[in-house]
């Protein structure tokens, strides 16, 4: 695979719709920066991307491993100024399928270049407040209040 739009190409050939379950919408451009970045933070973790793309629902699930932990990259997005900065890791309470054991955020984009922001075990975020960004209640945590990217390397994976 070259980009992430194929992953968008995928999900619509399989039927899947472009409008998200929670009302929001993605796009082949949503999907590519995403994919670039889920990229990006494997090669910096030195991590073998898990690029798969299944007929019946888009990308193969956690984006890699790290000590045979599942990991999540959460891309901040775009805006129409260009890409988040700041935001929150959100994850959908209602999509297990898409959880992982730690949660890494990216900023950036492909035009920019892209940022590791920090990172978030599963366990605690499900212990966080839910918050409504519009479309029902999510698992969140701003980015001001995520671990410290070193910790990672520090953190107790027994």
């Known amino acids: 695979m070259t980009d992430g739009s194929e992953r968008y190409h995928a999900k619509r050939d399989a039927g899947i719709s472009d409008i998200r379950k929670d009302g929001s919408r993605t796009s082949a451009q ?3 920066q995403a994919y670039e970045a889920e990229k990006f933070a494997a090669d910096a973790f030195q991590q073998k991307f898990n690029s798969e793309i299944y007929d019946t629902h888009g990308d193969g699930g956690s984006d890699f491993t790290f000590h045979g932990m599942t990991v999540e990259v959460i891309h901040l997005g775009m805006d129409g100024a260009g890409p988040r900065l700041t935001g929150n890791l959100i994850v959908n309470p209602h999509e297990p399928q898409r959880w992982a054991n730690i949660y890494v955020v990216v900023r950036g984009s492909i035009e920019t270049a892209f940022d590791l922001v920090g990172w978030y075990v599963h366990d605690d975020l499900i212990e966080l ?5 519009r479309f029902g209640d999510r698992f969140c945590c701003h980015v001001d209040d995520l671990r410290k990217m070193n910790e990672l390397f ?5």
């Open 129 to 133: 407040p839910k918050r409504n960004f």
């Open 30 to 32: 949503t999907d590519r």
């Open 154 to 158: 520090e953190f107790d994976y027994s």
